[in-house]
């Protein structure tokens, strides 16, 4: 398994914990344009989840503002709702 910037499961989830109020809202408001997004190509996150080829459960987790999308995901994620990255932060 490959970390991106050396940090582990754990260590990203400690960093996850410790999240300004800021940055919670960021990745609230993110986890929603995904959302809009999404719904606007008529898309479960099933769908969505097996068209990007990511983990069962990290669409959710992403629109629910639990967790962060690295720069892989991120690419994948803008590929299978086809459109371009900058759209998934035009919030």
């Not at 109020?21 to 960021?26: G, H, L, N, R």
């Not at 983990?55 to 629109?63: L, Q, S, T, V, Y």
Request: glycine share 8%; proline share 0%; hydrophobic share 45%.
């Amino acid at each position: 398994m490959v970390f991106l910037f050396g940090f582990g499961n754990r260590q990203f989830a400690a960093m996850l914990n410790q999240l300004t109020k800021e940055e919670e809202q960021f990745l609230v408001k993110f986890g929603a344009q995904l959302r809009r997004l999404r719904k606007e190509k008529g898309m479960t996150q099933a769908d969505l989840v097996f068209e990007a080829k990511v983990h069962g459960n990290m669409i959710g987790r992403i629109e629910r503002g639990e967790r962060a999308a690295n720069l892989l995901q991120l690419h994948k994620i803008s590929k299978a709702l086809q459109v371009k990255v900058e759209q998934l932060f035009d919030f």
